[in-house]
């Protein structure tokens, strides 16, 4: 037979009910477990609640939540887990009922001063994260005189739980917040040396390619020319590298930077497929264009978008063998503008053009590698089209080419 009336026990359970919707509510852990000891209080008629917590590095028990003025104070003490009735609860994970307190050597006698009451009566029960014992928290004193019943222990054995999770979900979110600060600083570090590398190498090799043009065009005889030029090359290609580079840290400052106006996209295409015509010539490589005098606007950042198509054009250029060819298609769809780049070069295995657009993702292993790069132009065109809320993506078919569609 319950000691509470009906109307006690709806009670209990409402204010229960009232803490965990709380619980749920907020992660401010100090006014939650002070809402935790009023409620156990309270609902047991008990004149003091007091929550422990398990300190591993002093091996004690130590206070986070008390009632009344002096609670600062009191988080100073240390209980001993050794001879003390909270350190005997937490040691055996189970509730401990001491109805005479004072006779009890176990009584640790530092706390009767903060908390304003003689201990008589205690009630502890344990706080438990799965099967872990994380502290105690502890009733003092009936305000009836009465026994502490086993209703009062169930009563805070819910709060108890509740307390835990409180807790626990408190020391996630400060594990969560201090990884996301270090993450944070990493990529920080990361784009700062990506920022000055970039910046640094792009000075020197400046003044590589500026004089080794001097040459090319001073230098009389053909062998010292053809020296020249192959300088030249290779200086070109890690100005390609570097210019990657930087546009990784320009993504890193994020879409802040985008630089909108009305463009429109057939003529952007038209000034890509310019930039790279030599390219084609090289290789043999013919480029078609739908539509070419067309005009399709929107806005956007032109720079942007020419890194983008440019990239892609670029791979299509690199991937697909001599007197191969590309063909671009633009149309309006609905509200959007699509554009697909087409070629018919070696196309890409099926289970890699999902990760082709991360980042330093190739296909070939680099050290098998016939073609050049690092794997960031897709990663940055990518980057570019999502900067846009645009879409881009990839059909292949294994040896005979793909098609880049950017949306
Ligand atoms: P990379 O600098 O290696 O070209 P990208 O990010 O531009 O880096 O491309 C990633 C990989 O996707 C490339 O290494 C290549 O294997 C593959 N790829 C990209 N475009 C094409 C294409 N048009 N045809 C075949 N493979 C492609």
Not at 180 to 204: G, M, Q, V
Not at 222 to 248: S, V, W
Not at 374 to 380: A, D, R, V
Request: hydrophobic share 40%.
């Amino acid at each position: 037979m319950s000691s509470l009336s009906e109307e006690q026990q709806i009670d209990r359970l409402t204010r229960l009910l009232d803490v965990s919707r709380q619980l749920s509510a907020t992660l401010e852990l100090d006014s939650l477990l002070q809402l935790i000891i009023e409620v156990a209080s309270e609902l047991t008629f008990s004149e003091s609640c007091l929550i422990l917590l398990y300190d591993p590095q002093t091996k004690s028990l130590e206070f986070i939540a008390s009632p009344g003025v002096r609670s600062k104070e009191i988080k100073t003490i240390r209980v001993p887990i050794e001879g003390s009735i909270a350190g005997a609860v937490f040691k055996k994970g189970s509730p401990l009922i001491v109805q005479n307190a004072h006779s009890d050597p176990r009584l640790f006698r530092g706390v009767d001063q903060f908390i304003q009451h003689t201990t008589k009566s205690i009630l502890a029960v344990p706080m438990m994260i799965q099967d872990r014992t994380i502290g105690v928290i502890e009733l003092v004193n009936k305000k009836d005189g009465n026994n502490f019943s086993k209703e009062d222990q169930t009563t805070l054995s819910i709060l108890a739980s509740h307390a835990a999770v409180a807790i626990q979900n408190t020391n996630l979110l400060v594990t969560l917040k201090k990884a996301n600060e270090e993450l944070k600083a990493l990529d920080r570090l990361k784009s700062d040396f990506i920022a000055i590398a970039s910046h640094e190498l792009r000075t020197p090799l400046g003044i590589v390619l500026g004089h080794a043009t001097y040459l090319e065009d001073i230098l009389e005889d053909r062998e010292g020319r053809e020296q020249a030029e192959i300088i030249i090359q290779h200086g070109e290609r890690l100005k390609n590298i570097i210019e990657d580079l930087g546009n990784i840290d320009t993504f890193q400052s994020g879409k802040s930077r985008l630089r909108k106006s009305s463009i429109d996209i057939c003529k952007l295409i038209q000034e890509v497929v310019q930039e790279y015509q030599e390219m084609a010539e090289t290789k043999n490589i013919s480029i078609s264009i739908d539509n070419p005098q067309g005009e399709l606007k929107t806005t956007g950042d032109k720079e942007k978008l020419h890194i983008a198509f440019g990239n892609i054009l670029k791979n299509a250029l690199i991937y697909t063998n001599d007197r191969g060819k590309i063909h671009i298609k633009t149309n309006r769809v609905g509200n959007f503008i699509e554009t697909s780049i087409i070629d018919n070069g070696i196309g890409i295995p099926e289970s890699d053009l999902e990760k082709i657009f991360e980042r330093f993702y190739q296909v070939e292993s680099h050290l098998t590698r016939r073609y050049g790069g690092m794997g960031l132009g897709l990663s940055i065109a990518k980057d570019m089209v999502m900067f846009h809320e645009g879409k881009i993506w990839v059909e292949s078919v294994l040896g005979k080419g793909s098609r880049f569609t950017v949306l």
